[in-house]
């Protein structure tokens, strides 16, 4: 069964960095898109950063630009953001996505529903 997993979450100061990592095994497909989402009580699931199959695509949400960058690892079925200059409102759950694909698609996906598998998440805290 497919179960990414995610780690480096924690509890940090405005202005400090995370690492979030997402490790991921018995995908059926040889290759996969990824994601990272964030979500808040009380608010609806939303997108951070996207990265297509060879990594050389990625995407951010206007609220991390320029602050977080999402990589990956294609052997090791993982992908990773580091977070700089983090705000008290990047505090949420982070919850890493994969969407297997077809040999070849280098698609990026920034809607939660064309993922196929969800991580359990991990809390982000970010103090004033």
């Known amino acids: 069964q497919v179960q990414p997993v995610e780690s480096g979450g924690g509890l940090v100061q405005a202005g400090g960095s995370l690492t979030l990592s997402c490790t991921s095994s018995g995908l059926t497909f040889s290759t996969y898109a990824m994601g990272w989402f964030r979500q808040d009580p009380g608010k609806e699931r939303e997108i951070v950063a996207a990265?297509?199959?060879?990594?050389?695509?990625?995407y951010y949400s206007d609220s991390v630009k320029g602050r977080f960058t999402i990589s990956r690892d294609i052997g090791k079925i993982a992908a990773y953001l580091q977070m700089n200059n983090l705000k008290p409102e990047d505090t949420a759950v982070y919850y890493c996505a994969v969407r297997e694909t077809y040999s070849g698609e280098n698609t990026i996906y920034t809607n939660e529903r064309e993922y196929d598998y969800w991580g359990q998440g991990t809390q982000v805290t970010v103090s004033s």
């Open positions: 990265i297509s199959w060879r990594g050389d695509a990625t």
